[in-house]
């Protein structure tokens, strides 16, 4: 199975922070990585497919890059709404992984 | 856009039965594939299984193969994941997702159905 290493775990920001949160797959997925955003109690939502192409709706404040086995999000000018956990998720082949998660605080 | 509403979580012994349902609005869904993944209290998410289109593959994370069956009814618009020989740490929320084509991977996620296995 391929392993999915997100980084970090948790990190602490401020309103018009850059920042940047990084996954790492065991294996080559080519593009096939999504990134997910949740919020406590709530659905997740997904933002970025193919490494680097925004959902229908999502800011361009988000973006992704990334091929083969490193790939990373980023989130510019963050906004109070931003705050939340976000997950990457290789679906290149099963079973899906996501990572571990990064929990993007105040 | 599709609206996802998932149904059937509750409370059960471990080694028994539950079957989980997910109604499915506003698009035509006998054209997509969809998963279930469910996610521990405190913890990540966790994908379960998958089902194409019209239902003729799926697929099934080792955690749950050979216990859990996913099935959809096209003609209700309607996912479902019956869960058999339950375990403690099946507990979890668990949510359905839509897959939009294989490039583009899930789009929307219903709000997800709490189970909880527990003696």
């Known amino acids: 199975d391929i392993q999915m290493t997100q980084s970090p775990s948790s990190l602490s920001a401020s309103i018009g922070d850059r920042l940047d949160i990084s996954c790492r797959a065991s294996?080559?997925?080519?593009?096939?990585v999504a990134w997910v955003q949740q919020k406590p109690g709530r659905a997740p939502k997904s933002l970025i497919y193919?490494?680097?192409t925004l959902q229908s709706g999502v800011p361009s404040r988000f973006s992704g890059s990334g091929s083969g086995t490193d790939f990373s999000l980023t989130i510019n000018d963050l906004q109070p709404d931003d705050f939340a956990t976000y997950f990457c998720?290789?679906?290149?082949?099963?079973?899906?992984?996501f990572g571990g998660g990064t929990k993007v605080e105040i | 856009q599709v609206h996802l509403v998932e149904s059937g979580g509750g409370v059960v012994q471990p080694g028994k039965s539950l079957g989980l349902s997910c109604a499915a609005s506003?698009?035509?869904?006998?054209?997509?594939?969809f998963h279930w993944i469910r996610q521990p209290p405190g913890k990540g998410l966790e994908w379960v299984a998958f089902?194409?289109?019209?239902?003729?593959?799926?697929k099934y994370a080792d955690s749950v193969k050979g216990r859990f069956a996913i099935s959809r009814d096209n003609s209700k618009s309607t996912l479902y994941l019956q869960m058999n020989s339950l375990r403690v740490d099946d507990t979890a929320v668990y949510f359905c997702a839509r897959e939009y084509d294989l490039l583009s991977g899930i789009d929307d996620w219903g709000l997800g159905t709490r189970v909880t296995v527990s003696s």
């Open positions: 193919s490494a680097s």
């Open positions: 506003g698009s035509i869904f006998r054209n997509y594939a």
């Open positions: 998720l290789q679906y290149n082949r099963y079973p899906l992984v």
């Open positions: 089902i194409s289109y019209d239902g003729s593959l799926s």
């Open positions: 294996h080559d997925i080519g593009n096939h």
